[in-house]
């Protein structure tokens, strides 16, 4: 075998299966997380109307640490009561996002109850199998690194092979 094949082939094609390899793990980390996290997707879920009927603000102090019991910061949680009618059963909710409690901010959780006054009317979503578990939002997504890294790894990869490969054949049809 030729030496500069193998330098200019073989290994930058070694090296896109790995970097391809590697963002496929990190991928399929990122699924396993969202499974094991019980994190609930509503994009499935069906949507009726409803109408808010209280909004409040619950004030969470968060501790230190378990043992110590001393307050290092408060969080908020709006709640936002509702009321919907799903095939003629009246159902009440109080989760503006789906799955775990989310914390917020003073500001933020403000915020977010003067975007739903009273009496305001609102989409809900909701479980077709269990209508009286509901949400008004879908949760808040921050940036998922874990994903990115596992996307651009792959794609950079796929890129590399196929470069490469491309590349050889110019130039092994530029000798012939």
Same mark, same amino acid.
């Given at each position: ?130 209508? @009286?578990? @509901? ?42």
């Amino acid at each position: 075998m030729d030496p500069t094949f193998a330098f200019y082939f073989l290994l930058p094609v070694i090296f896109g299966v790995v970097i391809s390899v590697m963002g496929v793990v990190f991928l399929f980390i990122d699924s396993r997380r969202k499974k094991e996290s019980g994190q609930i997707e509503i994009e499935d879920w069906d949507t009726t109307g409803g109408k808010i009927i209280a909004t409040r603000i619950n004030e969470v102090e968060v501790p230190k640490d378990n043992t110590s019991g001393v307050i290092i910061n408060h969080n908020f949680e709006p709640i936002i009561e509702y009321v919907y009618t799903v095939k003629d059963a009246e159902y009440h909710g109080n989760r503006l996002f789906p799955g775990d409690h989310i914390y917020f901010s003073e500001p933020i959780a403000l915020r977010i109850l003067k975007d739903h006054p009273l009496n305001m009317y609102v989409p809900v979503k909701y479980n077709p199998d269990n209508p @009286s578990e @509901s949400s008004l939002e879908k949760r808040p997504e921050g940036t998922n690194y874990i994903y990115l890294i596992g996307l651009i790894g792959t794609s950079f990869g796929v890129l590399v092979c196929c470069f490469t490969t491309v590349m050889i054949f110019l130039i092994m049809g530029k000798y012939k």
